[in-house]
C-alpha cells in the first residue's frame, strides 16, 4: 500500500506519512509516560529548570575537554539551536581556569550560499554564533587554538579528514527540528527512486557531511526561531554533518527546551527510538541504533497536544 503524501508538501517525505496510529499513540503520551521510554542505549533526562537544563548542556563541554591530553585529544561536536549554553561553556572554562588547548570543536552545520559556505559576516552565520557566543570569550591562555575548530565548509574534504585524525568526540549534541532532523539531516524530496519510498535507514546511515536540500518547514522553523519570521532571508540550503560522522561520537545528546520544536515533535521520536521503529522520513528515528542516545527535556517546555483554540 502507498505511504501518505505529505501533509505540508506533498513534494518531500516527512512525519506526516507515518501510519496514523504511530502519530496517535506519539500524541496520547504524557510526560510520565514519556520519561518511562528510557531502554539500554537510550536514555532520557527532564529538567525542572532552565538553568538547570542549559548548565548540564554546557557540563558536556567541559566533561569532554577534560578528558582530553595531547596524546589523546577529545573534542565535542555541538549545534547552534540551542545557544543558550555557549556562553556559559565560555564562563565555566574561564572561572575553573580549565586550560582546553588540547579539546577539539565540531560545528554542525553552515548555511549554504551560491556554491558556498554563509561567510563569518552573515547575520545568520552558525561559525559566527559559536566564536561569538563562546570561543571569543574563552581567555587566550586557555583557549584551544583555531586549528582545533572545525566548521563545514563547502568543500567538505577537510572538515571530514579532521574526523578520521585520531580525534576521539566524547558526544555529539543536538537540538530536533520541527522536521524532526538533527543538525541539517532533513528527510529527502520524494522523487527519483525515493518517490514511493523514502531511503532505507541502511541508505541514510552512510550519508557524510554534504550540501542539503532543506524541507520547507526546516525554512519556515529558522525564519521563527532566528530571523524575526522573514522566510526571504533564510537560505534554503545548508551544509551538514551526517550520520556517518554521528556513529563516530561516543553519545548523541539532543537537547529540547520547548523552542525549536513542539509537543508533538518532542514525543514522536522518543516514541520511535524507544520502541526501535526507524523510518528515514522521521531522520531522528535513526537514531534508535546508535548505542548511547540521551534525549533533555525541560518540563515546562513539553506542552501538551491537547487540542486548544486560540
Known amino acids: 500500500m ?11 517525505w516527512d512525519y506526516t506519512t507515518l501510519d496514523n496510529d504511530l502519530i496517535e499513540d506519539a500524541a496520547r503520551l504524557t510526560l510520565e509516560k514519556l520519561a518511562r521510554l528510557s531502554r539500554p542505549g537510550f536514555k532520557i533526562v527532564v ?3 532552565l538553568e538547570d537544563f542549559y548548565l548540564a ?3 558536556e563541554y567541559i566533561q569532554a575537554w577534560r578528558q582530553s591530553t595531547a596524546d589523546n585529544p577529545v573534542g565535542i561536536c555541538g549545534p547552534i539551536g540551542p545557544t543558550e549554553q555557549l556562553p556559559l561553556v565560555a564562563r565555566l572554562v574561564n572561572d575553573l581556569g580549565l586550560p582546553v588547548q588540547s579539546g577539539h570543536f565540531w560545528g554542525m552545520d553552515e548555511w549554504y550560499l551560491e556554491g558556498a559556505e554563509a561567510p563569518v559576516s552573515h547575520p545568520l552565520s552558525f561559525e559566527r554564533a559559536d566564536r561569538e557566543l563562546c570561543f571569543n570569550r574563552i581567555r587566550k591562555e586557555l583557549r584551544m ?6 566548521f563545514p565548509k563547502a568543500d567538505t574534504s577537510s572538515y571530514r579528514r579532521s574526523w578520521e585524525a585520531g580525534v576521539r568526540c566524547a558526544v555529539m549534541q543536538g537540538g530536533q527540528g520541527d522536521v524532526k532532523h538533527w543538525a541539517f539531516n532533513d528527510p529527502p524530496r520524494r522523487k527519483g527512486k525515493y518517490k514511493d519510498s ?21 525554512v519556515a522553523q529558522n525564519a521563527r526561531t532566528s530571523g524575526g519570521g522573514n522566510i526571504s532571508l533564510v537560505p534554503t540550503q545548508a551544509l551538514s554533518v551526517g550520520p556517518w560522522e554521528t556513529w563516530k561520537a561516543e553519545k548523541v545528546s539532543i537537547w529540547q527546551a520547548g523552542n525549536h520544536d513542539n509537543p508533538f515533535g518532542q514525543r514522536l521520536t522518543a516514541l520511535m527510538i524507544s520502541q526501535k521503529v526507524v523510518d528515514a522520513a522521521v531522520p531522528m528515528s535513526l537514531l534508535a541504533d546508535h548505542p548511547n542516545v540521551q534525549f533533555n527535556y525541560y518540563r515546562h517546555g513539553l506542552g501538551s497536544c491537547a487540542v486548544e483554540m486560540h
Request: aromatic letters at 6%; hydrophobic letters at 30%.
Open 145 to 150: 587554538p583555531d586549528a582545533n575548530l572545525h
Open 47 to 49: 529538567y525542572d529548570t
Open 57 to 59: 548542556e554546557a557540563l
Open 2 to 12: 502507498p505511504r501518505k503524501l505529505s501533509a505540508i508538501s506533498p513534494d518531500w
Open 198 to 218: 523514502p531511503p532505507t535507514p541502511e541508505e541514510y546511515r552512510k550519508l557524510a557531511t554534504r550540501v542539503v536540500d532543506l524541507h520547507p518547514l526546516t
